[in-house]
């Protein structure tokens, strides 16, 4: 088989979107207790549904209940981790991909000292991860910032947030340390321009004196120096230790060969990887920077910022992969939706329910373009298709057209590990049915794992193992080499 003895089979899961316990144990609010489920509004209509104003979040602050609000419920893993830890064990998993909420560390995120219960609970966690030999991956921010820092700051427009995340970093690392050398700063770093307040607790009504644009670019750039500085800190504090930066591959296909078609792919895929570049390259892309003058944006530097983000790059590179897009000078093309972005319908390519573009290949595509591109080891942090199960009456799911997704892919893996890919993991999205983070339904579900959750919470929490757990356990068995 191509793939290494020790590749990291697994699964990746978000704290905003499994633990619940919004208000337990001195947990602060973040920026994904002001997510509402909005069964009115299209599912395809990302925007719509990631959209937030001030008036949202004071709405949010005053209601104190989870109905409406699945983000904060999850799938109560904070009650639940053990149970769940040896459900993924006996799949045979080698790592969980796993993220710490900030808000139960620092609940506003200015605290000086963190909260005790926060501690204890993510040492627990790790404490069972080991027992069963599963080795964590752990992203330090994953859509849950404190809601505090977006409130009093409008979030990582300040530069004032780059102290408030270092600390919170330092503080897990030196807690941590013993048992987690796989860290990754933050989830899908460019998607900071596609849900701002997801991301960087952006709010476009607070934006004054600045464009929403212009408050985009500058919180990535204070993100940019903040993962500097924790990769720093990571490696003076934990010997050994691994910092990834990552990426939401969005691999973009020009329509078809008409240059101005190809032009316009091109121009988004280096959009793309202008993320990864900086974090791996450890510099502003020429064309990156002229590209943002172009459009008057001016980004406020430190002096020092430029020999921290050349000094401190990132060991790995970590992304994740869903669907191609493609991208045409017609504008009169038919549109569909993928992963919080727009795209020209590809006819070559079948789509979810949410019209995403199933795309194998487009995986295979992107696992030799970026190892061609970055030369680092990669690891796929989420692959995975969102659906509608249903309990048939045999009590079981069958969802073969998730297994026929994830075989379909994981093919492409190994042709491209054959081709010299450098690839040491995959933990696909989500190993249990969890909270979405574009529409906040629990009805669009990844899991191998199924949850009794309805979109209103209703529902008793069993977990149930779909067709698909059996089949994912014989494939981390062989190492990938049985996938029928
Ligand atoms: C990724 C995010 O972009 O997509 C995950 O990192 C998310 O947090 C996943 O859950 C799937 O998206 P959705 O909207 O189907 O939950």
Redesign the pocket.
């Given at each position: 088989m191509p793939l290494r003895k020790d590749f990291l089979w697994g699964g990746a899961i978000?704290a905003?979107?499994v633990e619940g316990a919004w208000n337990v144990d001195q947990k602060g609010m973040s920026v994904a207790d002001v997510a509402t489920f909005k069964p009115t509004i299209d599912v395809k209509d990302?925007k719509a549904h990631n959209t937030v104003t001030s008036d949202m979040i004071q709405q949010a602050r005053k209601d104190l209940e989870v109905e409406w609000y699945p983000k904060r419920r999850g799938i109560d893993f904070y009650h639940r981790y053990k149970e769940d830890i040896q459900l993924f064990a006996e799949m045979g998993f080698k790592a969980l991909r796993i993220s710490i909420a900030w808000t139960r560390l620092f609940p506003t995120g200015e605290e000086t000292e963190p909260n005790v219960a926060g501690i204890d609970f993510y040492k627990n966690v790790f404490k069972e991860l080991k027992k069963y030999g599963i080795e964590p991956i752990v992203t330090l921010s994953?859509?849950e910032m404190p809601l505090a820092l977006s409130e009093k700051y409008n979030g990582w427009v300040d530069r004032k947030l780059i102290d408030f995340f270092v600390h919170y970093a330092e503080v897990c690392f030196k807690a941590f340390g013993e048992y987690v050398t796989y860290w990754l700063t933050f989830?899908?770093i460019d998607?900071v321009g596609r849900h701002p307040f997801t991301t960087a607790g952006i709010v476009e009504d607070k934006c004054i004196g600045y464009s929403l644009e212009e408050a985009v670019y500058q919180a990535l750039h204070h993100q940019y120096v903040a993962a500097a500085i924790a990769t720093k800190l990571c490696h003076e504090l934990i010997s050994g230790s691994q910092m990834g930066c990552m990426l939401?591959k969005l691999t973009t296909y020009p329509n078809t060969c008409k240059p101005e078609d190809v032009l316009l792919s091109l121009e988004s895929n280096l959009n793309n990887y202008a993320h990864a570049d900086i974090q791996i390259f450890g510099e502003y892309p020429t064309l990156y920077k002229k590209h943002l003058e172009n459009k008057g944006i001016i980004i406020t530097k430190a002096a020092e910022d430029d020999k921290l983000l050349r000094e401190h790059t990132a060991d790995y590179l970590a992304f994740?992969y869903?669907m191609s897009r493609t991208e045409s000078s017609d504008p009169s093309l038919e549109q569909t939706s993928g992963?919080?972005i727009m795209g020209v319908k590809n006819p070559y390519l079948p789509s979810t329910e949410?019209g995403w573009q199933i795309d194998p290949v487009g995986l295979k595509i992107s696992l030799l373009e970026l190892q061609d591109r970055y030369n680092v080891p990669l690891i796929i942090v989420?692959n995975?298709m969102?659906a509608k199960d249903e309990v048939t009456s045999d009590g079981k799911i069958h969802d073969s057209y998730r297994i026929s997704y994830l075989r379909q892919h994981i093919k492409e893996i190994l042709e491209a590990v054959e081709a010299g890919v450098d690839l040491f993991g995959y933990t696909s999205?989500?190993p249990i049915d969890?909270?979405?983070?574009?529409?906040s339904q629990m009805s669009?579900r990844?899991g191998y794992i199924y949850v009794d959750q309805d979109d209103l919470g209703e529902g008793t929490l069993e977990r149930i193992k779909k067709d698909s757990f059996f089949w994912y356990k014989k494939v981390i068995e062989s190492n990938g080499s049985i996938l029928d």
């Open positions: 978000a905003n979107q990302y994953h859509y989830n899908e998607s939401t994740s869903y992963n919080t949410w989420e995975g969102g999205w989500a969890l909270i979405s983070v574009s529409t669009k990844y």
